[in-house]
């Protein structure tokens, strides 16, 4: 017998079996039910030709399931005649949901139900006008730019939206953000709902992304259209990730790096394989302003960011990882980001996750919260809570919040995360003990003399905050925790001028080594006055901490120069900050600014004994001096001097207070904006906190150092007054203090 070729063979079998399976029915089934409405102007009653009229929620289904869909009678689809009328016809009887666009109006979702006799429930669909926003890319002179950005739109208010163009029944790609790559820097958002929203332009180069700038609070009204035209940020700064070893080596697999502003995405952070369709992959990429894919190289560089916090992920799609990063003005910084290999797949598909649920004003213990989650999500999946929280008491944001949002806020305020325990069951759990390692070093005076009795204290590099003891945290961080200033983490050198902390988080650090010699004792750096002699050591930058490393970091003298200041304190609580970069406002501003990048090139400081302090062991150069005078009513001094190799300058800082013998009156350059804003403030009404939200403020006034730090993150922010002239937030806040203080100075005269 002549025996067939393999593949003829193969070709043949599969046409019988092709052919043995042929439905017999050529024509779909048929469904009764109807569905027909018109479409109408919400205001003027004028019907809409040319509206979308759809039915069906199909989650990411979409492609070559809709005529699946259309022959269950769960999808069909018209436009709106002249009249406004449309019908949908082949539908399955029973409740649908209806989905209506049109590129001028507000999509408009409803649950309809269709009959076989739809004249008993002809619809009348009123759309409401939409608004838009025309973004263009600018330079720094206002010239439109015509190369390729990444822009993105996000809903302040959190509503969710499906952006025009896409397909309007898969419900599982709304979101807050709507992400376009517009080729020439220019775009219009068209069918927004009324509401505030920001727009945010990405320039992308290879392996590095500029950001170019923000409109961080566009308002957008019915019917009407917002110009939104972004310059260059002009921040300076420079965010850093490393892909690890495993992603760079293979290229073939395709790996993202995201930026996101909802530190609560953290919570889905793990190292499983995710199936590509898991919502939590989505939850995390929907909620991102920053997108990029890369497929080789090992470093990726993100320019220009606003400063503040952020999560950072990156990794395939599949296994996105996690990690936090602080982002500073004119600083840079490389994400702590430690990407595992995944070694397990997850199992648990959080699908329903989106559910609403409208919490009570009222404490939960951990149990509770399983227990409502558990209901909401119909045991899909289960939640229980780990033996050792379960009977913990946590406040939740009350209202109405999706139930992704409701585990979010537990992460932020607990860091408890979701556990998978089997298929279908979760566990809410703490998070296991941080790792922790040594950092070891010695403190070395001239001639490689070891120094004993020098306090060695440590900051975080990205910042420059000095860390807590207890919790390890940057002071900005652990006064939320109720932590001191004199806990801040210090180590003591022994008599061959070793020091070792024993017990730091992974990361990168600066070390700053400084004694009191005339001092018997150190009650810690900021806990007393030491003493008025003041001596610095040296400094160790850019220390990294990580595990199976074990960093010997030698602190070196800096220098011979010295500076003497007589301050008129009448207490022990000033507090003296030396550096090599300025402040970065008016002394006016306080705390506000200390940060960036003087607290990054800090050389040391302390409490100054009744306001006198003698400093040695300075570099040559330009110095940078800020003061901080606790008393009833604080008051902040900042100047510039020289240092000379060998020689003694002496200072005196006036400070900026309301004493009545405090510093009163600007600078130079800024006593033309003082007299302007003087007027708005006492001849025109001008409220200083509503009239910086007018132009996009928002303030933080939670605490002292929550408000003091995101004025500083946006001083050199630029604001127009209502005279016209333009000016930084920065300058404009300086001014309206010097108001105020003048205000004080004639209330105490007409006393």
Same mark, same amino acid.
């Given at each position: 017998m002549r025996l067939q070729h393999p593949v003829t063979w193969f070709l043949s079998i599969a046409v019988i079996l092709a052919a043995s399976a042929r439905p017999h029915a050529a024509e779909p089934p048929q469904h009764p039910g109807r569905i027909i409405g018109t479409v109408v102007h919400a205001d003027s009653g004028e019907p809409i030709s040319g509206a979308y009229v759809g039915i069906g929620d199909f989650g990411d289904a979409g492609g070559s399931n809709l005529e699946r869909f259309r022959q269950q009678g769960n999808y069909?689809?018209?436009?709106?005649?002249?009249?406004?009328?449309?019908?949908?016809? =082949?539908?399955?009887?029973?409740?649908?949901?209806?989905?209506? !666009?049109?590129g001028e109006f507000v999509r408009y979702d409803k649950t309809v139900v269709a009959r076989e006799d739809p004249a008993e429930a002809d619809l009348r669909i009123e759309m409401n006008p939409a608004g838009k926003i025309n973004f263009t890319m600018v330079?720094?002179?206002?010239?439109?730019?015509?190369?390729?950005?990444?822009?993105?739109?996000?809903?302040?208010?959190?509503?969710?939206?499906i952006p025009p163009g896409k397909q309007p029944h898969l419900s599982a790609f709304a979101s807050a953000f709507w992400r376009e790559t517009v080729p020439q820097g220019a775009f219009s958002f068209t069918e927004l709902a009324p509401g505030e929203y920001r727009v945010d332009a990405v320039d992308v180069r290879g392996s590095w992304t500029f950001y170019h700038g923000n409109a961080p609070r566009v308002k957008v009204k019915a019917g009407q259209a917002r110009e939104v035209r972004i310059k260059p940020a002009g921040h300076h700064n420079a965010v850093t990730t490393e892909v690890p070893a495993p992603l760079a080596d293979q290229p073939q697999m395709g790996s993202m790096l995201l930026f996101s502003r909802n530190l609560g995405l953290l919570a889905?952070?793990?190292?499983?394989?995710?199936?590509?369709?898991?919502?939590?992959?989505?939850? /995390?990429?929907q909620n991102a302003f920053v997108v990029m894919s890369f497929r080789h190289g090992r470093n990726y560089t993100v320019k220009d960011l606003p400063p503040g916090t952020y999560a950072v992920f990156a990794g395939p799609p599949v296994c996105l990882q996690g990690a936090e990063v602080e982002v500073v003005a004119e600083g840079e910084v490389t994400t702590d980001l430690v990407w595992q290999e995944p070694k397990t797949a997850a199992t648990v598909m959080l699908s329903r996750l989106d559910r609403r649920v409208q919490l009570p004003a009222e404490e939960h213990t951990a149990a509770d919260l399983c227990e409502l989650l558990s209901t909401k999500t119909e045991s899909q999946p289960h939640f229980k809570a780990d033996p050792m929280i379960q009977d913990a008491r946590l406040s939740l944001p009350t209202g109405e919040s999706s139930l992704w949002e409701v585990l979010e806020a537990v992460y932020l305020d607990k860091g408890w995360k979701i556990q998978e325990e089997s298929r279908n069951a979760?566990?809410?759990?703490?998070?296991?003990?941080?790792?922790?390692?040594?950092?070891? =070093?010695?403190?070395?005076?001239? =001639?490689?003399?070891?120094?004993?009795?020098?306090?060695?204290v440590l900051f975080e590099q990205s910042s420059g905050m000095p860390l807590t003891k207890r919790a390890m945290r940057t002071l900005t961080e652990a006064h939320r925790l109720r932590a001191a200033m004199d806990d801040l983490a210090h180590v003591l050198t022994d008599q061959q001028g070793r020091f070792c902390f024993e017990k730091v988080p992974p990361g990168e650090y600066r070390l700053i080594a400084q004694s009191w010699p005339e001092a018997e004792s150190i009650k810690g750096i900021m806990e007393q006055a030491n003493g008025e002699r003041l001596h610095l050591h040296g400094i160790a930058e850019h220390v990294k901490v990580s595990a199976g490393a074990t960093p010997e970091v030698v602190l070196l003298p800096l220098g011979t120069g010295a500076l003497r200041l007589d301050e008129d304190a009448g207490n022990d609580w000033t507090v003296l900050a030396l550096s090599k970069a300025p402040t970065r406002a008016d002394p006016a501003l306080g705390f506000a600014g200390w940060g960036g990048r003087f607290m990054q090139n800090l050389l040391g400081g302390h409490r100054m004994p009744m306001g006198k302090t003698t400093v040695t062991g300075l570099p040559a150069g330009k110095l940078h001096i800020a003061l901080f005078c606790n008393d009833n009513r604080p008051g902040f001094g900042a100047a510039e001097v020289e240092i000379r190799p060998g020689e003694t300058t002496e200072l005196y800082i006036p400070i900026v207070a309301d004493w009545s013998d405090g510093h009163h009156?600007?600078?130079?350059?800024?006593?033309?904006?003082?007299?302007?804003?003087?007027?708005?403030?006492?001849?025109?009404?001008? !409220?200083? /906190?509503?009239?910086?939200?007018?132009? =996009?403020?928002?303030?933080?006034?939670?605490?002292?150092?929550?408000?003091?730090?995101?004025?500083?993150?946006?001083?050199s922010r630029e604001i127009e007054l209502p005279t016209g002239r333009k000016t930084t937030l920065g300058d404009f806040m300086a001014v309206a203090a010097y108001v105020r203080l003048h205000q004080l100075d004639k209330k105490r005269e007409e006393e």
């Open positions: 069909a689809t018209s436009k709106t005649n002249e009249n406004g009328r449309f019908e949908l016809t =082949g539908v399955a009887l029973g409740e649908h949901p209806l989905v209506v !666009t049109h330079d720094a002179e206002d010239k439109h730019l015509l190369r390729q950005v990444r822009v993105c739109l996000e809903a302040l208010d959190g509503h969710r939206f889905w952070s793990d190292d499983k394989m995710h199936h590509p369709e898991d919502p939590r992959l989505g939850r /995390i990429m979760v566990v809410l759990a703490p998070p296991p003990p941080p790792q922790r390692y040594a950092l070891k =070093g010695r403190v070395l005076a001239q =001639g490689d003399t070891p120094v004993a009795g020098a306090a060695v009156d600007p600078p130079k350059r800024l006593l033309p904006l003082f007299e302007e804003v003087k007027t708005l403030m006492l001849e025109e009404d001008l !409220t200083v /906190i509503p009239f910086i939200e007018s132009q =996009g403020v928002h303030l933080q006034r939670k605490s002292p150092f929550e408000y003091w730090g995101e004025l500083g993150q946006n001083l």
